[in-house]
C-alpha cells in the first residue's frame, strides 16, 4: 500500500489504470475512505483512465494529526498525489467535503487540471448549512461517530437505497465507524471554524467544470451549486434524477459515466460550458436533458423565469 | 494474528486471556488518568472549568471501577513486569517550550488524556458476533464511547486561547503522546494475538 509523505504525515493513495492515460483523482468525503470508490476505479479504468484515490489527512489509513488538520494542508497532500501522476491530463472530482477541497485545489494549481468536477458542493456557509454543520459537530461529540452516520445516512440517501438495508444498519456502518475516529472527524469538521468563502475567487477557475448536485439533495441544495455555476466561467450544472447528496454511493454507474463522458468531450474539443443547465439521464449511457427553458431550476415546482 | 479478538467461546464473549490483559492496561491507563485529575482537583473550586477535572476524575474512576468488575480475570504472571512499564510511561512530563511549569505539568495530562482517550479504541476489536449482553463486551463499548466525550474537555483546553502561543509545543507534545499510547496498546495486543493496523502506525 503505497504512501505519500506530507511533513511528518503519511498519505494513504492508490493508482489503478495505465500509466499513460488520461488520470481522474476523486477526493473522499467527510467520513468516506478511498475504497468507496471501488465502483469508479473498475469503470473509469475500463473507460481508459488512471484512477488516483486516498484517504484525506484524518481518514481512514492515511495519518491523523491530534489536534488541526487544515484544508490548506489537505490541498498541499492532494498535490502531492497529482504529482505522482506525471504531465498527462488530470481530471480532478470530490464529493461534499472533498467537493471543497478539489475546488480550493483548481483555484490554487488550475494550471495543473485538465477538467474538474465538484460533487454535492459549496464555497460558502449560508445559514442553513453553517448550522445543520454545527449541528452534525454536536452530534459527533456528543453520540460519537455511530450517531453522525445515523445522522447524514438519512440525508445522503434515498429511502429507495435504505429500506432493504435497515434492519442490518449496524453492518453498513461498520466500515465507516471503523476506519474514522471521533478526534480526527472532529478535526476536519473544525478546520471550518475559519473557513473564508472561495465565491470571489471562483472566478479564477479556468478549467472546464460540471457541477454535479443531486436532484433532493437537501444538505446542500441547489442554490449553493448555483453559485459554482456564475462563478466558474466554463462551468455547466447538470442535476443528477432523484439524487440525494451521496448520490456518488447509490448511484455510482450513472456517475462515473458522466465523469468519464465529460473527460471524453474535454479531451476531444467538445466541450462548451456555457453555464449550462441539464438533467442527467436515470441511468448510464443515456443522454444529458437540456433544463427546460423558461423554467426556474433553483425551485422545486415548476415555475416560469429561470433565473439566468 | 486476528484484528479482532477471538476466536469467542461459544457464548460470544472474548478470552479471558485476552480479557484480562486488555483490562488490566486500559485500569492502568485511566487509573493514572484518575489519579493525576484528583491531585488537579482542589478541595475548594475558583474557576468554572475546575468542574471538568471533577467530572474528568468521576469518569475516569466509573472506567476503572466497570471494568474491575465486568472482566473475567484469569492470572497472567506476565501483568507484573508490564504494569511496571505502562505506569512508568503514565509519569508526568512537562511538555517541552512551555515555560510556565504547572501550565506544561497542564499540558502534559492533557495529551495523556486525549492520547488515551482517542487513540485507543477497544469496542472496534469486537467481532460483529460478540455477545452484546455480555458485560466485557459492554464495558468496552462504554470505555470507548465515554472516552470520545471524556475527550471533549482535553480538546476545548489544547486547541484553547491560552494555548496559542504554544501552539507547536503543545501540538508536538501530544503527537509524541499518541506515538507513545499508541505503540503500548499495540504491544498489548499483539500480546494476546490481536494485530492493529491504524493510520498512524507508521509513524512509530
Redesign the interface.
Known amino acids: 500500500m503505497p ?1 505519500l509523505a506530507h511533513g ?3 498519505i ?1 493513495y492508490e493508482l489503478d489504470g495505465p500509466s499513460g492515460a488520461p488520470a481522474y483523482v476523486l477526493v473522499n468525503g467527510l467520513t468516506q475512505y478511498a475504497e468507496l470508490w471501488a465502483a469508479y476505479r473498475d469503470a473509469l479504468v475500463a473507460r481508459g483512465f488512471r484512477v488516483a484515490t486516498f ?1 484525506l489527512l484524518g ?10 488538520i487544515s484544508q490548506d494542508d489537505q490541498v498541499a497532500a492532494l498535490h502531492l498525489l497529482i504529482q505522482e501522476l506525471g504531465d498527462g491530463p488530470v481530471f480532478l472530482s470530490g464529493i461534499s467535503f472533498g467537493g471543497l477541497i478539489a475546488l480550493r485545489y483548481a483555484i490554487a494549481h488550475g494550471d495543473r487540471l485538465a477538467g474538474l468536477v465538484p460533487m454535492s458542493c459549496f464555497a460558502e456557509l449560508p445559514p442553513q448549512l453553517f448550522l445543520l454543520g454545527n449541528a452534525l459537530r454536536t452530534g459527533l ?2 453520540g ?1 461517530t455511530s450517531y453522525l452516520q445515523d445522522l447524514l445516512l438519512p440525508m445522503n440517501v434515498s429511502d429507495q437505497w435504505l429500506a432493504p438495508v435497515l434492519d442490518k444498519l ?2 453498513v456502518k ?1 466500515q465507516g ?2 476506519v474514522n ?3 480526527a472527524l ?1 478535526n476536519l469538521m ?1 478546520s471550518f471554524l475559519d473557513f473564508e468563502p472561495l465565491t470571489e475567487q471562483l472566478g479564477s477557475i479556468g478549467v472546464p467544470t460540471m457541477i454535479l448536485n443531486g436532484e433532493f439533495d437537501f444538505l446542500t441544495p441547489r442554490a449553493l451549486h448555483e453559485m459554482l455555476r456564475i462563478q466558474i466561467p466554463n462551468s455547466s450544472l447538470v442535476i443528477i434524477p432523484r439524487g440525494y447528496h451521496a448520490f456518488t454511493l447509490e448511484k455510482p454507474a450513472l456517475t462515473a459515466d458522466l465523469l468519464a463522458g465529460f473527460a471524453d468531450d474535454v479531451l476531444a474539443g467538445r466541450w462548451q460550458g456555457n453555464k449550462a443547465v441539464w438533467i442527467a439521464p436515470e441511468d448510464a449511457g443515456g443522454d444529458l436533458t437540456p433544463f427546460p427553458a423558461g423554467y426556474d431550476h433553483l425551485r422545486a415546482i415548476p415555475v416560469r423565469g429561470a433565473s439566468a | 494474528m486476528s484484528e479482532l479478538f477471538g476466536p469467542l467461546d461459544p457464548g460470544g464473549c472474548v478470552p479471558s486471556h485476552q480479557q484480562t490483559r486488555v483490562a488490566a492496561f486500559l485500569v492502568s491507563a485511566h487509573g493514572a488518568l484518575a489519579r493525576r485529575f484528583a491531585l488537579a482537583l482542589p478541595l475548594r473550586m475558583e474557576s468554572a472549568w475546575q468542574t471538568e477535572l471533577n467530572a474528568q476524575f468521576y469518569n475516569e474512576s466509573e472506567i476503572v471501577s466497570l471494568l474491575l468488575r465486568a472482566t473475567s480475570w484469569t492470572p497472567d504472571p506476565a501483568l507484573g513486569y508490564l504494569a511496571v512499564a505502562w505506569e512508568t510511561a503514565w509519569f508526568p512530563a512537562p511538555a517541552q517550550g512551555i515555560p510556565d511549569h504547572s501550565l506544561a505539568l497542564a499540558v502534559d495530562l492533557a495529551t495523556l488524556a ?2 488515551v ?3 485507543i ?1 477497544p469496542a ?1 476489536l469486537l467481532p ?1 458476533e460478540a455477545n452484546a449482553n455480555d458485560p466485557f463486551v459492554m464495558a468496552l463499548r462504554r470505555v ?2 465515554e472516552s ?2 471524556l ?2 474537555a482535553q ?1 476545548l483546553f ?2 484553547g486561547d491560552n494555548l496559542r502561543p504554544f ?1 507547536d509545543a ?2 508536538a507534545a ?2 509524541r503522546r ?1 506515538a507513545e499510547v499508541r505503540e503500548l496498546w499495540r504491544e498489548v495486543l499483539q500480546s494476546v494475538d490481536v494485530s492493529t ?4 502506525d ?2 512509530r
Open positions: 504512501f511528518s504525515y503519511r494513504r484517504d481518514q481512514g489509513e492515511s495519518d491523523k494529526p491530534a489536534l488541526f461529540i456528543l460519537g449496524d453492518s461498520r465507524w471503523l475516529d471521533v478526534y472532529q473544525e | 486525549h492520547a482517550h482517542a487513540s479504541r472496534a460483529l470507548e464511547f470520545g466525550r475527550l471533549q480538546i489544547l486547541k501552539r503543545v501540538s501530544l503527537e499518541h493496523c491504524d493510520g498512524n507508521g509513524k
